[in-house]
T-cell receptor, first 112, second 117 residues
């Protein structure tokens, strides 16, 4: 099992550019989430999914889109990057509600 | 509203000392779950423990122990005989809300623990 994988590990964007952060898991988990980590603020939920075809917004969804066409993949799209989106992004999955979340290694994004 | 407070931003101790990381939470729900995660310098997040609100028994796992006290809304984490490898940022998290069947996890700000040799 690879667990939760994320690509790329690092990315630099210019303001206004768009990109997709990839997340995949091979544990057949229904629940997947995207978080961003900013200094001094812990992790904040961006979007989540309870299964293929079902997604919804978390605490800080503005500027991001998600889709879940398969159980395995949960990409996060930045529509028009802004410096405020400079952060470390983590994808997570869990097998059960309120269960342990398995986190990917993170993507460090810088927007200039 | 949910809230998790880790008042200790940074702690630095000498190896072999015991150290306690504090976590205070706020919730209106009677059913909720508390978690601790470790983030070592390599950056990944590692699950340490989950505790539900109906189980106030303390937990011990090797050098790690957790003290859950509903009366003070605290879920503190103690490392006994600390080691350099324990150096990391530790996050406490709370989930009391299933949004449409999905878990909403609220994290504290984290405590950076440095163990000096």
């Amino acid at each position: 099992n690879a667990g939760v994988t994320q690509t790329p590990k690092f990315q630099v964007l210019k303001t206004g550019q768009s990109m997709t952060l990839q997340c995949a898991q091979d544990m057949n988990h229904e629940y997947m989430s995207w978080y961003r980590q900013d200094p001094g603020m812990g992790l904040r939920l961006i979007h989540y999914s309870v299964g293929a075809g079902i997604t919804d917004q978390g605490e800080v969804p503005n500027g991001y889109n998600v889709s879940r066409s398969t159980t395995e993949d949960f990409p996060l799209r930045l529509l028009s990057a802004a410096p405020s989106q400079t952060s470390v992004y983590f994808c997570a999955s869990s097998i059960e509600l309120f269960g342990e979340q398995y986190f990917g290694p993170g993507t460090r994004l810088t927007v200039t | 509203a949910q809230k998790v407070t880790q008042a200790q931003t940074e702690i630095s101790v000498v190896e072999k000392e015991d150290v306690t990381l504090d976590c205070v939470y706020e919730t209106r729900d009677t059913t909720y779950y508390l978690f601790w995660y470790k983030q070592p310098p390599s950056g990944e997040l590692v699950f340490l423990i989950r505790r539900n609100s109906f189980d106030e028994q303390n937990e011990i796992s090797g050098r790690y122990s957790w003290n859950f006290q509903k009366s003070t809304s605290s879920f503190n984490f103690t490392i006994t005989a600390s080691q350099v490898v324990d150096s990391a940022v530790y996050f406490c998290a709370l989930s009391d809300d299933a949004i449409q069947g999905a878990q909403k996890l609220v994290f504290g700000q984290g405590t950076r623990l440095t163990i000096n040799p």
